[in-house]
């Protein structure tokens, strides 16, 4: 079955790029299904920050939109999360997962954290 | 954007108790409703989608109901691995917003 994997460069720097890559394994990222990037700040709820599908359609949060770009590669066969201009504020566990549309499989995160 | 509001924010149950978790969006959103079961330290788990159908390998205790705006997450009789947090998500329209979550404690 498909499972997702996380990975990300570590610290990030104040008003630097966030950069993410999703792994998908057991199945395509080319499907019918769309792909989500949800995020939980330390000891805090759950975050949507948006989806795209591998025809290039997406949807934003609003809170992050101008930000934010959610993308699928192909060749590799992953999703990218890319977050500019980033703050405390977007100090996070970050998860991938596949919408069909509910959130039915999911990453098992990857921590970020924003500090200079 | 839809507001998703759950109550109660915690509850301290016992084994064997039935509990009910309530989630209110801030308009209609039909049967576009989701909800997961998170553990410290783990990824959110799909329980209950479109309101009221069980997720495959999802225990029968567990139940929704609702539509339009109020739904219910029921868990008939509390076994020890149900304690956790639980978060309901409209998957009506974008942003797909969650609830604040509900944290099940043993009492």
């Known amino acids: 079955q498909v499972q997702l994997q996380e990975s990300g460069p570590g610290p990030v720097k104040p008003s630097g790029t966030l950069s993410l890559t999703c792994a998908v394994s057991g199945g395509s990222v080319v499907t019918t299904s769309r792909w989500s990037w949800v995020r939980q700040p330390p000891g805090k709820g759950l975050e949507w920050i948006g989806e795209t599908h591998h025809s290039g359609n997406t949807n934003y949060s609003p809170s992050l939109k101008g930000r934010v770009t959610i993308s699928v590669d192909e060749v590799n066969n992953q999703l990218t999360l890319k977050l500019t201009s980033v703050t405390a504020a977007d100090t996070a566990v970050y998860y991938c997962a596949r919408a069909i549309p509910s959130l039915d499989v999911w990453g098992p995160g990857t921590t970020v954290i924003v500090s200079s | 954007d839809i507001q998703m509001t759950q109550s109660p924010s915690s509850l301290s149950a016992s084994v064997g108790e039935r509990v009910t978790i309530t989630c209110r969006a801030s308009q209609s959103i039909g049967s576009f409703l989701n909800w997961y079961q998170q553990k410290p330290g783990k990824a959110p788990v799909l329980l209950i989608y479109?309101?009221?159908s069980l997720h495959s390998g999802v225990p029968s205790r567990f139940s929704g109901s609702g539509s339009g705006t109020d739904f219910t997450l029921t868990i008939s009789s509390l076994r020890p691995e149900d304690f956790a947090s639980y978060y309901c998500q409209q998957n009506y329209s974008p942003p797909y917003t969650f609830g604040q979550g509900t944290e099940l404690e043993i009492k």
């Open positions: 479109l309101a009221s």
